[in-house]
């Protein structure tokens, strides 16, 4: 039997399923409908706002954790494609994770001391050749043109100087760097390096106990939505391994024929810049630029330019579509404002991490809000802020 109660509490339930019945004020029907839409959106976006907020406070709090963690997957999806190879060719897993990272270990190891090696051959020459430069320069400035006085000419510099030294500690100093001390160093290296040893060991099982703290009705998307993010994040990873490597060759070897002194120093700048994308490729190939106008003089500059774009447009419209197919980059604004947001917020952590991680967070949203799990499609390339698209083979006639 039901009483007046459970009438009423049926009326209640009855009113808050059924959404047309809205509680509204007398000023409801005089608000125009344009301000009630930007009011629901704003609320909403603050909310959001706030999340992200909590969230970035939280991975800097994190940061000792965050940037060892994040360094490690990143090297990751660099050996992953290496990594499977030889476990689909049978070896086993712990000879397959000695060989990819001594060997990685090595590589690194090597290219820093050849650098290391070069500039303490050419450095004091470097350095003095570059204050000839700076006294030719500074001598133009006053009996060229420009008719400078050297009072201008010293707060000129004073000014770029002070500029210089700014953005520098921004980028040392960012939000989420690991640390200043030679133990804060030690300890995320160490840490990065454990991290990347377990997730080479058992990376699938580690996604299996995470999977369990979603809600089971959620696993399907979250897991099928992440597999999507990891592989556009191990795409990304071997695209900037691919660009790193020819135009680190490319650079390198144009400097060395050119003249132009550190040649090795610059290619492996040249490496370690392009894996941020965009903005490495431009920043490195200026400084290869400006150490040839100082050193060498304008036209070797002129060619050392010539290089630079050489190597960026062959490396991008031949050789990387003809060895792994196009890397589409889809909204390069995107990237670039990305980068900057990453560099301003993050230093150069922020700088480097900034597009891999908005890529796997743009192909996760993508896939839930296509229920890609359930329909099987794939997402346009359009929708993603990066991807690679196979490239197609003509069949025969």
């Known amino acids: 039997m039901s009483g007046p109660d459970d009438k009423a509490r049926g009326g209640i339930f009855d009113a ?29 976006f603050l909310v959001v706002a706030a999340a992200i907020g909590v969230g970035i406070w939280l991975v800097i709090q994190l940061r000792l954790l965050v940037v060892p963690l994040l360094i490690a997957i990143l090297v990751t999806a660099l050996l992953w494609p290496a990594f499977s190879w030889m476990l689909r060719h049978r070896v086993p897993k712990w000879l397959a994770i000695v060989i990819v990272v001594v060997g990685t270990l090595a590589v690194v190891t090597g290219l820093l001391w050849l650098a290391v090696w070069q500039i303490t051959r050419q450095w004091s020459d470097v350095q003095v050749r570059t204050i000839e430069a700076t006294e030719q320069l500074r001598q133009y400035l006053i009996d060229g043109p420009l008719h400078l006085t050297a009072e201008q ?25 690991i640390g200043s001390t030679v133990g804060h160093v030690a300890t995320g290296t160490l840490l990065a390096l454990f991290i990347l040893l377990t997730l080479l060991a058992d990376g699938p099982g580690i996604w299996r106990w995470t999977l369990r703290l979603f809600p089971q009705k959620a696993r399907p998307a979250a897991d099928a939505s992440a597999r999507a993010g990891w592989v556009t994040v191990v795409n990304y990873a071997r695209t900037q391994l691919l660009v790193a490597t020819i135009d680190a060759i490319g650079i390198g070897l144009g400097a060395f024929l050119l003249g132009v002194p550190l040649a090795i120093p610059i290619g492996v700048l040249v490496f370690l810049g392009a894996f941020v994308p965009i903005v490495g490729a ?41 060895l792994m197919g196009s890397a589409v980059k889809v909204h390069p604004l995107a990237v670039v404002l990305v980068v900057a947001g990453g560099a301003l917020i993050a230093g150069i952590p922020g700088a480097l991490f900034a597009v891999p991680l908005a890529a796997f967070i743009n192909v996760v ?19 993603l802020i990066w991807s690679t698209v196979p490239r197609t083979r003509r069949k025969p006639a």
Do not use: C, K
Not at 158 to 177: F, V
């Open 365 to 383: 949203a993508v896939n839930i809000s296509r229920r890609t799990w359930q329909t099987g499609e794939r997402p346009p390339p359009a929708d």
């Open 153 to 177: 000419i010293d707060d000129l510099l004073a000014q770029a100087g002070a500029l210089i030294q700014e953005q520098a500690e921004l980028l040392w100093s960012g939000a989420l760097a």
């Open 282 to 322: 431009v920043v490195t190939g200026a400084l290869a630029v400006f150490l040839a106008l100082v050193y060498n003089g304008p036209w070797i500059a002129l060619w050392m330019l010539v290089v630079v774009l050489g190597v960026q447009q062959l490396e991008g419209h031949v050789l990387q579509p003809l």
């Open 16 to 44: 808050i399923r059924d959404r047309s019945r809205v509680v509204s004020t007398e000023l409801s029907p005089t608000i125009p409908r344009g301000l009630r839409i930007a009011t629901a959106y704003s609320w909403r």
